[in-house]
């Protein structure tokens, strides 16, 4: 049975409770979020409310060295549009660049509404721990909300947030509900989790921790 995480909690990734080892040939970062359904105002009718009003959440994955810095920023390539992109095959796994340059970590999925199936992933980060470079000690997982200042959108007006980690063998390891706070309200962008190596094992720490930024940059500026 999964862990169910407490904010600031910590488990061991590589065995459960009773000694059982877990497949980290690849595992399963699943995010997903459901964005809440507006209450009709007194003009309004109930048919007048998208429940499935665009909020576009992009996920991110940080892959940090030993002393918590990033230190591949990549390249600046042009897309097929001709638009300029950096951090292009860096340690930031992200939309523009959802392959990591080792294979070993990738982006899957772009939901804008966080509809969908019962317990589907809104998006998945796979990552292969046991293959990843003994450089990376740590992947920080944060989601924003892309324009979410303009858009007045932010993480108070999403529910049923959560990150959970599932190993190769399809069996969830753990799992961080992120509850109902007041004080996401104004916040765009949200670190989730963090994976960790400690002793040469693989560790998860549930985090939960806002910020008012909806530009991903600046999560990453504090660590380069």
């Not at 009003?53 to 920023?73: H, K, P």
């Not at 970590?105 to 003994?134: M, P, R, Y």
């Not at 693989?202 to 910020?211: L, N, S, T, V, Y």
Request: net charge negative; with cysteine; glycine share 8%.
């Amino acid at each position: 049975m999964a862990i169910n995480l407490e904010k600031g909690q910590t488990i061991d990734l590589q065995k459960n409770e009773k000694g059982e080892s877990y497949d980290l040939s690849q595992v399963t970062i699943g995010l997903g979020w459901d964005v809440k359904r507006k209450t009709p105002g007194f003009l309004e009718k109930p048919s007048d409310i998208n429940p499935n009003e665009e909020f576009d959440l992009d996920a991110f994955a940080f892959l940090l060295n030993d002393n918590d810095r990033i230190t591949n920023l990549g390249k600046t390539v042009k897309n097929t549009s001709g638009k300029e992109v950096g951090l292009y095959e860096s340690d930031i796994v992200f939309f523009n660049s959802k392959r990591h340059p080792s294979g070993n970590v990738w982006l899957t999925g772009d939901n804008k509404t966080g509809a969908g199936a019962t317990n589907a992933d809104d998006e998945q980060i796979i990552v292969k721990l046991n293959h990843l470079d003994s450089k990376y000690h740590k992947i920080v997982f944060l989601v924003t909300i892309y324009q979410g200042q303009k858009n007045n959108q932010h993480f108070g007006m999403v529910e049923n947030a959560y990150i959970r980690a599932v190993d190769a063998q399809g069996i969830e390891i753990a799992r961080f509900n992120l509850s109902d706070d007041t004080s996401f309200n104004g916040k765009c962008c949200m670190i989730f989790a963090e994976a960790y190596r400690k002793l040469n094992e693989w560790r998860f720490r549930a985090i939960g921790e806002a910020k008012t930024t909806d530009n991903f940059v600046d999560i990453l500026k504090t660590y380069i």
